[in-house]
């Protein structure tokens, strides 16, 4: 008797490692550095089980054919199982990467953003930025330091999830970026230059959400990398201006 599984091999666990060793190798001669690919690879592995277990928790377990109440509640109850065990996994392979949520050593500091971190966030940012307005970036030596000052404000763990984040408040607060871009942004009257010259990168999106998110931390990571104060002020005061 065929079954829906029969004749179909899903990857092994030798099979796994060897991808997961190839795409190492690959990244390496490309110049990204093997504790960066490592991240990488833990974070799309621990995304694919959190969107597994998502999926699977919203779909709810159905019960084949009608074998009775005691058969449908044991079935229920193994599927439930299941994705509890699912969800635990996925939970796991997350801390591997991030390590436990929370911040570092019970200080309230964080660890500084690596490379790859920074890396995400312009990836993120980027396409946000130019739903909004046209290309007129800072220098990428600025960006960084910027991006990095927003990252200091988070845990590895919330780093992980940032990119959500930003697309969620640059969902929730459209109408008021698109007011404030045509306003202050590359398309208008101002200069590149002033206390207006962060709406001219697309580092702006992710500091103004650390702004209304995480005033206090994101201060104090500007002034420790030593950016100029008149950048948060001139974004707060484009941020009420547009309001």
Do not use: C
């Not at 600025?142 to 200091?152: C, I, K, P, R, S």
């Not at 959400?209 to 500007?222: F, G, I, V, Y």
Request: hydrophobic share 40%; proline share 5%; charged share 25%.
């Amino acid at each position: 008797m065929s079954t829906a599984h029969e004749g179909r091999r899903w990857p092994d666990a030798v099979s796994v490692d060897n991808a997961r060793t190839t795409l190492l190798q690959l990244l390496a001669r490309a110049g990204v550095p093997s504790g960066d690919a490592r991240q990488l690879i833990g974070l799309v592995e621990a995304g694919a089980l959190a969107l597994a277990h998502e999926e699977l928790g919203s779909a709810g377990p159905s019960v084949p054919g009608d074998k009775g109440e005691e058969y449908r509640s044991g079935w229920l109850d193994g599927a439930e199982a299941l994705l509890e065990e699912l969800g635990a996994v996925a939970e796991r392979t997350l801390v591997g990467v991030t390590g436990p949520d929370g911040d570092q050593g019970g200080t309230g500091a964080h660890p500084r953003a690596r490379r790859m971190e920074v890396e995400r966030v312009k990836v993120a940012v980027t396409p946000l930025y130019l739903s909004f307005t046209a290309v007129s970036e800072l220098d990428p030596e600025v960006t960084e330091e910027v991006l990095v000052a927003v990252l200091g404000t988070m845990s590895p763990r919330m780093r992980a999830g940032y990119a959500g984040r930003l697309t969620e408040f640059a969902t929730l607060h459209r109408g008021r970026l698109e007011r404030l871009f045509a306003e202050f942004g590359p398309d208008s009257a101002t200069q590149v230059h002033g206390r207006y010259s962060l709406l001219h990168s697309a580092t702006s999106v992710a500091v103004l959400e650390r702004l209304l998110a995480s005033p206090q931390a994101l201060r104090e990571q500007w002034d420790a990398a030593e950016l100029p104060p008149a950048w948060l002020d001139g974004l707060s005061t484009a941020w009420t201006t547009s309001a």
